[in-house]
Structures are given as structure tokens and as C-alpha cells.
């Protein structure tokens, strides 16, 4: 898309039923709207139906009939369905959405839907926490700055000081929040980062091989979305140093999973995954080093298409309108 | 898909303008259809409009409002449009295409667009050109049989009689058309492969590894969607023995394209493409073997997707709504 | 390879010293012999050496130096080394390694190495085991007759009688094997399948898609190798219906590993393992579809590499010298 | 290899004859050396055999036995041999090859073998031609830093100012050699470069996205490898601005092609390949996005395969051990 016209992009889900294509659509275009992209999927398993739109709101946004963003719904309940129904969206937030946007959510509620609208003139912030591998952070910024992706990095944080140098360097602010051993510790680590992020309005994380465990409670608080990156095995390996398991066990693919971060380790809904072919002749310092290639990519990927709002989150999995 | 209730499926295309897609939907909303799928695409460059929707004309179908397919627009204008837009469907075919899909043809030519519809309760039957390779061959029919395609094979022709008995052994009706050398033979014997597709009613014809051309003359004739395959290399190679010349320049990997036939030789709008990694190590032969895997793969996807009507052609290229 | 000369083909492995390639050299070079191919590996951390050589044995094949073979260690020896050491060759076997061969076999063992040779005037016959789903049947059988292995298949045993026709049209004797239910029935049909495997002088056996487990007692009693195929998740999934778990969790590739079966479920040496990728748009149904492709070609590449003795397993796992 | 003794890799190819292996290896025995990896290819075509090994000459080097290396042959035929047997690696350069590698070349010779040494003491230098677009100089040197290459980037020549301060903020000294309209200018350019190549004792150069051509002229004088990174299509595209050729023929694929650079275009010998899919739902833009991210890994794998001495050329063709 090079159009410079301000677009908006809803996401929404719901039950299935007749002609939600046709009155999504038709109140885009009632209102003036022009549909760029719009994409729907079907869960024929469970009857729900989901939908990517994204649409030139024009000339409704600036000028819209009066009261009906306002009027449609008390905000809690606004509030309430977008941070519930996903961890990437902004729903719900006064100010980050317009009202032409506050209208289609109010739209959505009206055929049962859960809608959540992104705007294209506001770019998300976010914040990288980064330990000691630098791969994936250099990666994303670079990248970054390359234009790849539809929102910015705001700062750093990490438990450790290593790549302090590196993040000024790049111009981002580097938080080190290191991690004493004990609860209490780890409680008060958890709550000089939530510091952090609300101070420079983070929208989203991205754990850029961060290798510490972010407990429920700091996702619950954060309530955006947590973007981590792990590698992945055919077999899955339980247990520490698992490159070396794959090398014991003589796996031929080594693979990475990109998901959003849930209370439960590794477990979230998956966003993008990969795999890279090794051999015998590859030592673990291989299995390693290839494995940091893919989790570059597979992690970039999964940011890319988060910010582009291109992943709708339902149940344990993900719609990815790519 | 698992529903059992006959679906219409149409690929449409036209210059773009706002509303297309609430156009479109409302339509069948209000028709009483229901949408199962509906996939758009907008190249900006050409400012060209794409859609494939698919939907259950529940309760239109069988009991139309009196008029609309017939009335709206002579057929004739009806079939030039779907056969000159399109390689694959039977838009404008009397008796295939049932009076919903005929109102939604006109409904679509009024909005300045090109529309094919086909129906899932007919299943298109094709013809398999062969020569005396049976990789494909195998391939295609064993993955028919196992239910794979939304269409049949009716034949085999070839110009050689290597594969009779093996086409028989499937139940297959085989047709050997020897091509004698000169231009007079090789008109008779496409007038003679022309017969054949006739009485079988081949709205399709596959050329699985048919190592002859099809003249301008023969496509044009037909008039129906003649799929190809070949192999593609990085870089390309003009002239005989291709693996050959693949090998000698030392190609890390080969390919296979399928692609719709035109009178260009190898030229035709690309429907599919894939490779396969070599090293130096692989001899002729395997390179020869990879390419054999590599083209039943690539041109058993392109021949899924063409039946399931995802394929719309424009210029010299395609959509493939997968 | 497009040599007609019979070559012998040497795995080899024990502890790691130095001068083995010099040596293993020199020993065929000294006899005459002509180094085709030789391919070494080191597992650094546990100081193993590997090598697999293919030599054409001119002129002493057919006239060795006397006595060499039987002279240099009793004929147990080398039957307990060969086959602890390996699923998939032959070494030890009275007249399956001609007299060249033993003596290589002698010649290694003073180097404290373990080895099997094959020759390549000797096409191993195997059975394959099947049930209901004829995908990998198919596409073996066809590869086999295409000429793909060095090897041939002599029958087919199954548990059910769907594909007795099929295998009867290929020319392939058909066993049809029922389990009842019961511990007394398995053995019973184990033992009948032994039978048959005795009978056609079954040298390796291929599961294509055998839904029945063998047990430890019956590979043991076999002791040859036999390969199976199963299909892999990113992450795994305990329990039944796979792809169905695969689908509910949203995994965006699927996979199918090929490995020797032993006694415990799908947890033999792997040999090859491949992916694809899939999205939210495919249903349970294109999930299995895909993985039945990927089934075919990753069983087909371990038949493939085990017929050319390209695969050495030590411990838990491959090397394979591709 | 995490062994920290001093290794020589060799890399060697000549007509083929019996006792080759045999006769390497014993040499490298003979005197006391390791072999830690062998690996041959046999061209059965051309007759021509190709091995690249890597031993640890333990206790020959330091103290060979005397006058081996010097005596042999004269070094002006060594260091023809060398150079214009391979765009690789520094065989008759006095005092990087130690005597032991001298004598392994002048042993290779009495086999009619051409061989190259290199030493694992020895750490390349090289240069990092660049023009504006920065994603592979910025791969390339991040992946310097973290170790993942056996050799240095002393220096970045560029035609243009834009990377001065991204270079000079890895410590990379940066020179600015534009590129005036006209062949006086050109010829002057070169000679600039070529200085400062002399100057820090570049062995290496890596076009990394140097948007300019290197003169035949140039590439004698250097009479280093130079490697180059460029997109590849299939079907390949004459002219300008492929990647908009590439969406408007509706491409499935896109490519990446690293190759030793020679006088003609984009037409050395391979050293790796590698592909991306696409869609019609990738703009022109996407294209271009992808096509760097392919750029970056295939260009860092050559690099990384070119600096391990696993690559050798011969006719138009590369051998690379991997």
C-alpha cells in the first residue's frame, strides 16, 4: 500500500451467520467509506466467522453523524471486548481511535460481533527486553529503521547491561532492570518494568530472546500484546540445553515459533513458524547458529504482520490475514 | 469444506470503485445466498478489482425470481465475456452454469465487471496428454482416485503407445494419436485430438509431461484451459537438454512451473512454482529424478487449485485465491 | 553413478584414531581396488569415526589374495558385529558379501572398527507392510518400477484387505494378515508374518502406513531394518487424532519424520523428516491431505538412502552420507 | 571444530586416477598428521577428482623434515597453480602458507593434482564494497562480530557517502571512492580501490550490494575471489528494474543468487542459491522486501562457506563442501 490516505483496519469475530460479508461491507460503503483489502475466514468447526477489513474511511472520519460513537454503547463494555478478545488491538482506547472507528466497533457489537479498529495514522510504540544474545535485537532495529514495520520501538530493557552500548547507539533508550534471585525480587523487577512501559506508552513487547519468564500478573497488568520467539524440535525436547538434545537425538530440521506470550511458557497462540535442514556434519555450534537465523526471521515475520494488524487471536490459536 | 449443500463459486474482475465489495455481498444477501467465502484483491498499479466468492444460493437456486438471467443481456454477449477473461470456467455454457449463477453474471456485468461462476454440483471432466513419461501420469490419477481434485479425468491421449495399458489398468479410455513428421500430419492429428475432447466433453486438458506443442490454432479451437508443466532453472537455460545445462553450470537448485498454455511456448500465465535443492554431488540423473518429484508436486497443486476455481487469469498473469 | 563395474559399498565406525582414512585407503588401494566415493564423519564429542567408501574391488573380486576372508576371525564374530551395529546391512551374511567384502570386514576390525559392506550385484528384496491408506504404497511401488531404488520389493502383507487388487495389478503377491484382537492373536499374526518374511527372503521391511505396532520381540526376531513413517508436529502432540489437535492449536507447519523402528513408538533413529506450511485456511481435512504428500516423498528418500546404504546408525541416531 | 590446534585445509582437483584417497591420506599419515574431515567428489563426466581436507599436521609443522616445501618444485609454478586454479584461497602466497602446506602442494603436484592450503592461523582480511542500500552491509558485519565468519572486513569502499557513519560506527574504516560519468573516470576509481585493497592487504572482496561492475581489468589486477549477490527470477528477466518484471509476469517465486564475481555479469561460478514465495498479494515493495532478506542469507552463507575454504571452482562451476 503507498495510497496516503489515513485508513482504518478492523479486525472482528464472532458467530457465524448469514450476510455478515455483505453488512460489514454495506456499512463501510453507506457511509462513504472505499474498501482496500478485506478478508474473511470461516470456522466451520465452531461457526465462527472472522474478518480482516481495511478501508478509506473517507469523508466520514472528521465529519461523522453525530452521537453515534458515543451513544451505541456505554465504553466499559468497549473497553471490555477489545482487551478480552485480543492481546494486538486498540479498541477500546479514547483517543487512539476515531470515532469513525468507535462507530464500526459499536456496528460490530450489534450483529454479535467482537470488532477491534486500528488506525493507520497512528504508529504503535513498543519496547524490546533483550538478556545478553543480540540477534533478534539487532535484527528488529535494523529493520526498523529500514521501514519494515508499521510501528516503533520506543526503548530497551534488560536484565542485563550488555547491550546497553548497542541500544544508544542506535538512538533507544536502555533500561537495565537486573533480576535479583527470590520472589520478591522478581515481583519488584516486574514492577520497574510495567514502570517503564507506561511511561513511554508501550502498545506491545517484544521479547527479543529475553530469557527470563514474565509471570501472569505483569501480562495481566501490561494487558497488550507479548511477542516472544522460541526454537522449536521434531521431537519437542523437554528439559535445559535443548540444541544439544537435537544434536544427541540426530534431528534433521531445527525449527522457531514466534507466539504471544501467555502465562503458560511457550504455550501462546502461535504467530509464524520455520524450520532450517540440518546434517550430521552440523556440530551444535551450527545447530546453534542456525537456529539464530531463524528466530531473525520468524520473529521479524511475526512483528511485521502484528503491527500491520494482520493477527486475529481466538481461543488457543491465531487467523493470520496475510 | 465439508457442507453438502451445492455452493456456487465465482471469480470476477473489472476496474475498481468504491462499494465493490458491499455490492457484491449485498447482492447475495439479498437474494437470500449465504457467503461461505469471499477472498478480494486490488492491484493498485492497474487499479484492478479481483474477487472470488463462494456461497450456497439458498433458497434463490431452483426457484429464481422470474427473468433475471434471462432478460438482463443477450448470451452471446454472456459467453465472449467468459471466455475471452477467462482460461478455466464455464461461465456462459448453457445447462452448466444454472440461473442464479447466470443473474449473478449479469448482476456483476452491470457493475462494469467479468464474472465466471461455476457450481459445485457439476464436476468438469478433462483429458491427460501424455508422451512416454508416467510420473505425472500416476501421480494425477492416483491422487483423482483419492479424491483430491473437483473434477475428473474422462481419457488419456498420447502420441505414444507406452502408457496404454497402464491408463487401462485405471479404467481409463487411452487413445493413441501417432504424430507422424510434417505440418499436414500434425494438423490431422490435433484435428483428430480436437475429436476426441468433443465426445468426451473435456472442459480441461493436462499435459502431463506431453512433450509436444500445441499450435495457436489448437488452443483457440478448444477454447478451454490447457494446463503445462515444466522445469524452470536459475538460471535459465535456452536451448536442448536443460539438466544437462543445469548441471555443467553448477545450479544449486532446480525448478518446476505449471503454468496455463499459450501459444507462446513455456510462456503462459504462471500458476504455480517450486525448487528443489541440489549440490554438486547429484548427478544428471538426479537432477533429472528431483525434477521428475518437483514437476508432480507443482503441477498436481495447480490442477487442485484450477478445478477449485481459485485460478483467474488477467493480462499474463494470475490470482491464485488459495 | 552410471558404472557397470560391481562395487562394494563400506559403513564403518568405532573409536576415532588417527590414520583411519589413510588406512582404509590404503588397504583397497593396495588390493587394486579403485576409491569411488569416501565420506568421512567425526563425532567430536564422542570421538567416533565414520566413513562410508564405495571402490570397484578390480581384479581382486573374484581372485583374492587366499584365505583372507575366512581366516582372520570366526564367522560369529562378524554376524554379532554387523548386526548389533546396524539396521541396514548385510556384512556378515554367508554368501550375501562376497570374499572382498569379508576381508574388508576382517581388515576393519583390526582397526577396532565395526563394518558392513554391501555389494552392488546383490538388489536387496523387501516387503511392505500396509493397511488401509494406499498413499505410500502407491508412490513406492511406482518409484520402485521407475527404477528409484536399489532394491525391490518381493510382497505386500497387510492387516486388511483394501489393497490386495492394487498390489495383485502391480504384480506383487499380496498376504493378507487380520489381527484379532487379543495378546495370543498378535503373536500369532506376528509369527506368520515372520513366516512370510522368511519365506521371501525379506532383507528390510517398510511400513507404509501400517497402523499396527510390531513388537520388540518380532524386530528382534527379524533383525533387519525396518523403517517407518509418522507424521510430526511443531509443538508435539500426545494422544490420538493428531492432525486434529494440530489443527485446534493453529500450527502453521506440519511435518512427517522416516526412522528404523524399534521397540519403543516412533522413537527409532531418524533418518529424514521434512515440513510444510499450513494456515487457519486449511481445514483438518487439507491438514491430512498435505501430510499424506509429505508422508510419500520423506518415506520414499529413507528407502531411497537405506538402499544405498547411505544411512549408519549408532546410538540413537544417522549419519547419513548423502 | 572447537579444537584449537592449527589446522591446514587443502582443496584439490586433477584428473582422476586410482589410489587418490589413498594416496593423500597416507601422505598427511606418513608425517604425522590428522585428518580431521575428507571429503572427495569424482566428476565421472570430465573424469576429474575434487577433495577438500583438513588435518592437523601435528608434529610436522614447526619442524618439518627438512627442505620438503622449497625444494620440490620452484615457487613461481606454485603460485601459477594456485591462482589460477581458484578464486579461493592464498596457496603460493609466501609466509601465509606455512612449509607444511608448501609441501602438500608440491606432493599434490606429483599426483597431477593443483591444490591450495590454507591455514587455520591465518585469518583473512577483506573488503566490503558497498553503494546506498545497507541491509547486507549491515548483515555481514553483525555477523562478523559474532564470530560466525574465519575472517575480517579491514575496510568498506563505496561509491557513495551514505554508510561513512555506519561503518565508521562498527570501526570499520570507510573511503569514498565516487564514480564520475565516463571511462576515464572509471579506470581512475578502480585504481583507487585497487590501492586501497593493496593497502590493507585485502585478500577478499564481498560485493555487497555494490551497484556497480567491477572491470574485467579490475578483477586481474586484484586476482582475489570476489564474491557478488544478486536476485534471480524464474524465468529470468532481461533489463531494468527486474523485481517490477517479476510482479507484472505474476512470479511464484523469487531468488537469490551469491556468485564469484567475473567479466561477464552476473554469470560466475555459483556458490549458493536460494528462493522465497510469493504471491499476488505482494506488492512490488513486498517483492523488493523479501528479495533482501534472501540477499542477506544467501550472500552470508557464501561468505561463510568461501572463509572455511569449502568452495572450489573449476570450468564454470563451483564444488562446495559443505
Redesign the interface.
Known amino acids: 500500500?503507498?495510497?496516503s490516505a489515513p485508513t482504518l483496519i478492523a479486525l472482528l469475530h464472532g458467530p457465524d451467520q448469514?450476510?455478515?460479508?455483505?453488512?460489514t461491507?454495506?456499512w463501510?460503503?453507506?457511509r462513504g467509506g472505499?474498501?482496500?483489502?478485506?478478508?474473511?475466514?470461516?470456522d466451520?468447526?465452531y461457526n465462527v466467522f472472522?474478518q480482516r477489513i481495511e478501508w478509506v474511511p473517507v469523508p466520514a472520519v472528521g465529519n461523522p453523524p453525530a452521537g453515534i460513537a458515543s451513544v451505541a454503547r456505554p465504553p466499559e463494555a468497549r473497553v471490555a471486548a477489545s482487551v478480552s478478545s485480543s492481546p494486538g488491538l486498540k479498541g477500546g482506547e479514547a483517543g487512539a481511535v476515531d470515532s469513525e472507528a468507535a462507530a464500526f466497533i459499536d456496528f460490530a457489537a450489534t450483529l454479535g460481533m467482537v470488532a477491534q479498529v486500528a488506525s493507520s495514522t497512528h504508529r504503535p510504540k513498543g519496547t524490546l527486553f533483550v538478556s545478553k544474545a543480540?540477534?533478534c535485537f539487532?535484527d528488529l532495529v535494523?529493520r526498523g529503521k529500514?521501514g519494515?514495520f508499521a510501528g516503533d520501538f520506543a526503548c530497551v530493557i534488560s536484565n542485563h547491561p550488555d547491550l546497553a552500548d548497542a541500544a544508544r547507539?542506535y538512538g533507544l533508550p536502555f533500561h537495565h532492570v537486573p533480576l535479583a534471585a527470590g520472589t520478591k525480587a522478581a515481583v519488584e523487577a516486574e514492577a520497574q518494568q510495567l514502570q517503564i512501559l507506561r511511561e513511554v506508552g508501550a502498545e506491545f513487547v517484544i521479547l527479543a530472546r529475553y530469557m527470563q519468564v514474565l509471570s501472569g500478573g505483569f501480562l495481566q497488568e501490561f494487558g497488550r500484546p507479548v511477542i516472544n520467539i522460541h526454537h522449536?524440535?521434531?521431537?519437542?525436547f523437554a528439559g535445559g540445553r535443548p540444541y544439544h538434545q537435537a544434536h544427541?537425538?540426530?534431528?534433521?530440521?531445527i525449527?522457531a515459533?514466534a507466539h504471544y506470550a501467555t502465562a503458560v511458557l511457550d504455550?501462546g497462540?502461535?504467530?509464524?513458524?520455520?524450520?532450517v535442514r540440518v546434517?550430521?556434519?552440523h556440530?551444535?555450534?551450527d545447530l546453534i547458529?542456525k537456529g539464530?537465523?531463524l528466530e531473525k526471521?520468524v520473529l521479524a515475520q511475526a512483528v511485521r504482520w502484528h503491527l500491520e494488524n494482520r493477527v486475529l487471536v481466538y481461543g488457543?490459536?491465531?487467523?493470520?490475514f496475510?
Not at 18 to 23: D, E, K, Q, Y
Not at 34 to 41: F, G, K, P, R, S
Not at 269 to 275: K, N, R, T
Open positions: 500500500m503507498t495510497s448469514r450476510g455478515l460479508v455483505a453488512r461491507a454495506g463501510i460503503f453507506e472505499n474498501i482496500l483489502h478485506a478478508d474473511q475466514h470461516r466451520t468447526e472472522f543480540d540477534h539487532h535494523l529500514a519494515e547507539g522449536s524440535f521434531l521431537p519437542a544427541e537425538r540426530g534431528v534433521k530440521l525449527g515459533t504455550d497462540p502461535i504467530i509464524q513458524q520455520d524450520v546434517t550430521h556434519r556440530s551444535v555450534e547458529r539464530r537465523d526471521t488457543h490459536k491465531t487467523v493470520v496475510d
